[in-house]
């Protein structure tokens, strides 16, 4: 059993509407924290999540912004400060897939998925480590992906965003130690909207994964759960491969 003093926390999870940002958002309900949901896009279903976490006797507030966007961030955290007074952990989730062949890839496209993924993970980790250092206290944990390790064709751009996240991740350990831990989890494929944009790449051949399946969301958050909790203290600069079999790492 995980041990952690949960209730007395404050999570901030980007992209957290759907998917793996969502299921982490319930596993940190569960455990007592007072959970920021931030989105982009659908309002709708970031107010469904808001009300699934509240119903385990937790705080939530939902807040919009486009993590790309550094003057969005900034007001973003303007708003954690006035709503919550602190932030104790901040996890990097939001982020987006797409395939396309190098020979035909545009400016746009590559543009994107860079913005989105590696400047977004790298405008909220700004702003957070700004606080943190501050209280001298702190858990950043990003999102990255076993392509980061091994790479595929058709996604040479996504795996050099996460990649990014990646070595941004042991770099950012490295420099905001011993007060403030920076560690990763690195999914493979796993049941979100993410992976129907990869059905023609990567994710859509299961018996790449040693263990013959893919990953469910809620497998993923139990990942940055440990790492969230007392017991991931000991863990910095550390990338958790949870993918079903797809990277060996060490």
């Not at 309002?43 to 385990?56: C, F, G, L, N």
């Not at 399946?213 to 440990?226: D, Y």
């Amino acid at each position: 059993m995980i041990s952690n003093n949960a209730q007395s926390k404050t999570a901030l999870i980007t992209g957290a509407s759907r998917g793996i940002g969502k299921a982490i958002a319930l596993e940190f309900a569960k455990a007592g924290m007072n959970v920021i949901i931030n989105y982009y896009g659908d309002e709708k279903e970031a107010a469904d999540v808001k009300r699934q976490v509240e119903s385990h006797g937790v705080r939530a507030e939902v807040l919009p912004a486009d993590v790309s966007d550094s003057s969005q961030v900034r007001d973003m955290f303007v708003m954690v400060d006035e709503l919550f007074g602190k932030l104790d952990i901040l996890v990097n989730n939001a982020g987006i897939a797409q395939t396309a062949k190098v020979t035909e890839m545009t400016d746009e496209q590559w543009d994107r998925m860079i913005k989105i993924n590696l400047y977004g993970t790298f405008n909220t980790s700004r702003e957070a480590a700004r606080r943190m250092v501050a209280q001298r206290s702190g858990k950043i944990i990003n999102v990255t992906s076993d392509l980061a390790s091994q790479g595929a064709a058709d996604l040479s751009h996504y795996a050099a965003a996460k990649g990014g996240i990646t070595a941004f991740t042991k770099s950012l350990a490295k420099e905001l130690a011993p007060y403030i831990l920076v560690n990763a989890v690195a999914p493979g494929g796993t049941f979100t909207d993410i992976r129907s944009s990869l059905e023609e790449g990567h994710d859509k051949n299961e018996a790449h994964y040693l263990l013959g399946r893919l990953a469910f969301p809620q497998e993923i958050a139990r990942s940055v759960m440990f790492l969230a909790s007392d017991d991931g203290n000991i863990y910095s600069g550390q990338v958790l491969g949870a993918n079903c079999g797809s990277v060996m790492n060490g």
